[in-house]
């Protein structure tokens, strides 16, 4: 199974997306599509056994529209030339529309005999000439789609706006040219003009906004840079395609920059920054040994970094393959716009039709021209896009602060949940541990027995070593030890001769590890601990506590003070997890769960009526994580765990879960008013536009107003303040339920 993201051109609806994802199944071998209205792309799932990339291709081009690679280098361009071609048809639109209106003015405000017939004429054929440019060129893109539609049997939203246009052209042009026929009466180029203009207007704000919200993952895409400079044996360098660099290459970033792949600092140092990965919104610092991701930008200096992972492998192709998911999703509410869009349509067409029946006896031009206001007024354009414009947004806010959202239909669970699950290493404390009490035999300083210790613990990758290091980096000890014949004993700890550097001392042989390997007894048996030891015996033991995140506290309270239960599950003991729930203040926990114990938690918790989130870290939390309502992963777990999670957290805070919270809760408060915004425009602008009582000029300024006003709606998600402080988050929560 493959699964291909490609970028749709020439759609503009509902109906549009569901004409694709029909053309697409049609094909053999297609197993699954998805085409998004909101974003214009497509996630299609194939078999290579059975089908080839071509075929499926084909049959979008057959629909009448083009399929391109989601990450075409060319595509930027394309949404520019597009951007200006609307832009023009604007200016052509609008030019005219003033000029015409110029020439009509005078028959609305003209006494009984002030206008000669011949005069009337003259100002007719003068209208009738300058809206040829917009029914030739403005209109190009209603009239070509509705042909498209009409060639292949099917309906879509530019086709009752084209038979308008069509409609009341015709009907001024016979009126024009036959002044005395039943269409004589009256001309209609000011209304045709003035509509075209105003349907061309909210087409050209609803792309420029759309380009706002769902372009950030094209320009997400295209981040990476062309070419790099990569070192030579000689030591220079050369300017090479990214595509030809290999694991273990060594290339030379300028300030400026951005990294193509995920390395290590080999020289210099610098700042970079990851906002747009980690979520981290201000620059972080770099040196030798340093880890550098893939699109990130440096930022200060000049870098040598040595190329670790490349393409696929990277951490910026695992966020844009979320992206991706995401933008292409369809949550159940934006299915339901989608499946109401053809059969709406249909009624659209059938209301135009009764109504010109009814009105024909007053006048077949007036008749016509009210079929031509129904057939605008209705147009279900902000139907199709209440909700896609508000999720997009939402996601596009949560990208910016380093929270990837997976589905978009997550963002309806999440808006209802009522539980929160926590698990505890890597979720409410860090992977890392910190150095607690540090306790020494007689006559042996704390900071020389951990100077000590960090020099054995250098040669050890175990994470109390880290720790020790850390601490003693931190500490900066005036006499530096140094190691030698260090051996590890895998589970028990490591052993060798440490010395004062630059002193002619004799070395001491010295164990570094648990109670048993270095012969000593635990002060506190409850307490993570690691002993020091050298040939006397014991030498020091040093407690280490688990790290909470800075935010842990203020998270669980400010979710708690918005009357959502929290629990905390932990395959750790029953005494670390009770540890760590007194601290950040959960009262409902319990240890030493394995998958299947959190499992069953969960499930007994939704048989009950709870709406659960997990929030989790690490492969044994994949199974609760995928039976969740809704999920959340931290961005160093594993890709199992990504994989189940609705939401990835990029960065290090634990504030991010209550931020998506609240931004849930009020999309789908604007989804809600966007969809009851769109059903009341219906429900009072088509009876008016039935009897009469809107004109046509007046009915498409109500449909292109309507879908900017969904679109802006939504956009009001982009502003959202960021809560960073706990009595912030806690006024967000209130504000929002």
């Given at each position: 199974m493959?699964e291909?993201n490609i970028l749709?051109?020439?759609?503009?609806?509902a109906?549009?997306?569901?004409t694709?994802?029909?053309a697409?199944l049609s094909?053999?071998?297609v197993?699954?599509?998805?085409v998004?209205a909101g974003?214009?792309?497509?996630?299609?799932l194939?078999?290579?056994?059975?089908?080839?990339p071509s075929?499926w291709m084909?049959?979008v081009?057959?629909a009448?529209y083009?399929?391109?690679?989601?990450?075409?280098?060319?595509?930027?361009?394309?949404?520019?030339n597009?951007?200006?071609?609307?832009?023009?048809?604007?200016?052509?639109a609008g030019l005219?529309?003033?000029?015409?209106?110029?020439?009509?003015?005078?028959?609305?405000?003209?006494e009984?005999?002030?206008?000669?017939?011949?005069?009337?004429?003259l100002l007719?054929?003068a209208s009738?000439?300058?809206?040829?440019?917009?029914?030739?060129?403005?209109?190009?893109?209603?009239?070509?789609?509705?042909?498209r539609?009409?060639v292949h049997r099917?309906?879509?939203?530019d086709?009752?706006?084209?038979?308008g246009?069509?409609?009341t052209?015709?009907?001024?042009t016979?009126?024009t040219?036959?002044p005395?026929?039943?269409f004589g009466?009256e001309?209609y180029?000011d209304?045709?003009?003035m509509f075209v203009?105003?349907l061309l207007t909210g087409?050209?704000?609803?792309?420029r906004?759309?380009d706002?919200t769902?372009?950030a993952?094209?320009?997400?895409m295209?981040r990476?840079?062309?070419s790099?400079d990569r070192?030579l044996?000689?030591?220079?360098?050369e300017?090479?395609a990214v595509?030809?660099l290999?694991g273990?290459?060594v290339m030379?970033?300028?300030?400026g920059?951005t990294?193509?792949?995920d390395?290590v600092?080999?020289?210099?140092?610098?700042?970079?920054d990851?906002?747009?990965?980690?979520?981290?919104?201000r620059?972080?610092?770099?040196?030798?040994?340093?880890?550098?991701?893939a699109g990130?930008?440096n930022l200060?200096?000049?870098v040598?970094?040595?190329?670790?992972r490349?393409?696929?492998?990277?951490?910026f192709a695992q966020i844009?393959?979320?992206?991706?998911?995401?933008?292409?999703?369809k949550?159940?509410?934006?299915?339901?716009?989608?499946?109401?869009?053809?059969?709406?349509?249909l009624a659209v067409?059938?209301a135009?039709?009764?109504?010109?029946?009814?009105?024909?006896?007053?006048?077949?031009?007036?008749?016509?021209?009210v079929?031509v206001?129904?057939?605008?007024?209705?147009?279900?354009?902000a139907?199709?896009?209440?909700?896609?414009?508000?999720?997009?947004?939402?996601a596009?806010?949560?990208?910016?602060?380093g929270?990837?959202?997976?589905?978009?239909?997550?963002?309806?669970?999440l808006?209802?949940?009522?539980?929160v699950?926590?698990?505890?290493?890597g979720t409410?404390?860090?992977?890392?541990m910190?150095?607690?009490?540090?306790?020494?035999?007689p006559?042996?300083?704390p900071?020389q027995?951990?100077a000590?210790?960090a020099?054995l613990a250098r040669?050890?990758?175990?994470p109390?070593?880290?720790?020790?290091?850390?601490?003693?980096?931190?500490a900066a000890?005036s006499?530096?030890?140094q190691?030698d014949s260090?051996r590890?004993?895998a589970g028990a700890g490591?052993?060798?001769?440490v010395?004062a550097d630059?002193?002619?001392?004799?070395p001491?042989d010295?164990?570094?590890?648990s109670a048993?390997?270095c012969g000593?007894?635990?002060?506190r048996?409850?307490?993570?601990?690691?002993?020091l030891?050298?040939?006397q015996g014991?030498l020091?033991t040093?407690?280490?506590?688990?790290?909470?995140?800075?935010d842990?506290?203020?998270?669980?309270?400010?979710?708690?003070?918005?009357?959502?239960e929290?629990?905390?599950?932990s395959?750790?003991s029953?005494?670390?997890?009770?540890?760590?729930a007194g601290?950040v203040?959960?009262?409902?926990?319990?240890?030493?769960?394995?998958?299947q114990?959190k499992l069953?938690?969960?499930r007994q918790a939704?048989?009950?009526g709870?709406k659960v989130?997990v929030?989790?870290?690490?492969?044994n939390?994949?199974?609760?994580l995928a039976g969740?309502?809704?999920?959340f992963?931290?961005?160093q777990a594993?890709?199992?765990a990504q994989?189940q999670?609705?939401?990835?957290?990029l960065g290090?805070?634990?504030?991010?879960?209550?931020q998506?919270l609240r931004?849930?809760r009020?999309?789908?408060?604007?989804?809600r008013q966007?969809l009851?915004?769109?059903?009341g425009?219906?429900?009072?602008c088509?009876p008016?536009a039935?009897?009469?009582?809107?004109?046509?000029?007046?009915?498409?300024?109500?449909?292109?107003?309507s879908?900017?006003?969904?679109?802006?709606?939504?956009?009001?998600?982009?502003?959202?303040a960021?809560?960073g402080q706990?009595?912030?988050?806690l006024?967000?929560?209130k504000?929002n339920i």
């Amino acid at each position: 199974m493959w699964e291909s993201n490609i970028l749709i051109e020439g759609m503009h609806c509902a109906a549009c997306a569901l004409t694709l994802e029909d053309a697409l199944l049609s094909v053999p071998g297609v197993l699954k599509a998805e085409v998004s209205a909101g974003s214009h792309r497509a996630r299609v799932l194939w078999s290579a056994e059975a089908v080839l990339p071509s075929a499926w291709m084909h049959a979008v081009q057959t629909a009448g529209y083009r399929a391109v690679p989601a990450n075409d280098a060319f595509a930027r361009e394309r949404r520019k030339n597009e951007a200006r071609k609307a832009l023009w048809r604007l200016l052509v639109a609008g030019l005219c529309m003033m000029q015409v209106m110029m020439y009509a003015y005078p028959a609305y405000v003209a006494e009984p005999g002030d206008l000669t017939a011949e005069m009337e004429q003259l100002l007719r054929w003068a209208s009738w000439v300058l809206t040829l440019p917009v029914v030739l060129f403005s209109c190009g893109p209603f009239f070509s789609s509705a042909l498209r539609d009409v060639v292949h049997r099917r309906i879509s939203m530019d086709f009752p706006v084209a038979l308008g246009m069509l409609i009341t052209f015709a009907v001024s042009t016979a009126g024009t040219f036959d002044p005395l026929g039943i269409f004589g009466r009256e001309v209609y180029f000011d209304s045709l003009t003035m509509f075209v203009f105003f349907l061309l207007t909210g087409r050209w704000l609803e792309l420029r906004l759309r380009d706002r919200t769902a372009g950030a993952l094209e320009v997400l895409m295209n981040r990476l840079p062309d070419s790099v400079d990569r070192r030579l044996g000689d030591g220079s360098f050369e300017r090479v395609a990214v595509r030809r660099l290999v694991g273990g290459d060594v290339m030379r970033i300028l300030p400026g920059e951005t990294f193509p792949a995920d390395g290590v600092v080999l020289q210099g140092e610098t700042t970079v920054d990851e906002a747009l990965l980690t979520g981290e919104s201000r620059p972080v610092a770099r040196g030798v040994g340093a880890a550098v991701i893939a699109g990130s930008h440096n930022l200060s200096s000049v870098v040598q970094v040595r190329v670790e992972r490349l393409g696929d492998q990277t951490r910026f192709a695992q966020i844009v393959a979320l992206m991706e998911s995401a933008s292409t999703t369809k949550p159940p509410i934006a299915r339901l716009a989608d499946r109401i869009a053809k059969p709406f349509l249909l009624a659209v067409l059938l209301a135009a039709g009764l109504a010109c029946a009814f009105w024909w006896g007053r006048g077949p031009g007036h008749a016509l021209m009210v079929a031509v206001a129904v057939l605008v007024v209705t147009c279900p354009c902000a139907l199709s896009l209440a909700t896609p414009a508000a999720m997009l947004a939402a996601a596009g806010t949560l990208a910016r602060r380093g929270v990837l959202v997976r589905r978009l239909e997550a963002f309806e669970a999440l808006a209802a949940i009522d539980t929160v699950v926590f698990d505890k290493t890597g979720t409410l404390t860090r992977d890392a541990m910190a150095l607690g009490d540090v306790h020494t035999r007689p006559g042996v300083e704390p900071g020389q027995a951990l100077a000590m210790a960090a020099a054995l613990a250098r040669h050890s990758l175990h994470p109390v070593s880290r720790a020790l290091v850390l601490a003693a980096g931190e500490a900066a000890t005036s006499v530096q030890w140094q190691a030698d014949s260090v051996r590890e004993l895998a589970g028990a700890g490591v052993s060798g001769r440490v010395c004062a550097d630059g002193t002619d001392a004799v070395p001491i042989d010295l164990r570094l590890g648990s109670a048993d390997f270095c012969g000593a007894e635990m002060a506190r048996p409850e307490s993570l601990q690691t002993c020091l030891s050298d040939a006397q015996g014991w030498l020091a033991t040093f407690e280490f506590h688990e790290d909470l995140r800075s935010d842990a506290m203020a998270t669980v309270s400010a979710l708690q003070g918005a009357g959502i239960e929290v629990h905390l599950l932990s395959g750790d003991s029953q005494a670390a997890a009770a540890r760590v729930a007194g601290q950040v203040g959960i009262a409902a926990f319990k240890g030493a769960c394995s998958p299947q114990d959190k499992l069953d938690f969960l499930r007994q918790a939704q048989q009950t009526g709870r709406k659960v989130a997990v929030v989790g870290d690490g492969l044994n939390d994949g199974p609760v994580l995928a039976g969740a309502h809704v999920s959340f992963a931290f961005g160093q777990a594993v890709p199992l765990a990504q994989a189940q999670a609705d939401f990835v957290v990029l960065g290090e805070q634990l504030g991010a879960v209550a931020q998506a919270l609240r931004l849930a809760r009020r999309t789908l408060r604007i989804v809600r008013q966007n969809l009851w915004w769109a059903a009341g425009y219906n429900a009072v602008c088509v009876p008016l536009a039935m009897v009469g009582w809107m004109p046509a000029w007046l009915a498409g300024l109500g449909m292109g107003m309507s879908s900017l006003l969904v679109v802006l709606n939504a956009l009001r998600l982009s502003d959202t303040a960021k809560p960073g402080q706990p009595a912030q988050l806690l006024h967000g929560f209130k504000g929002n339920i």
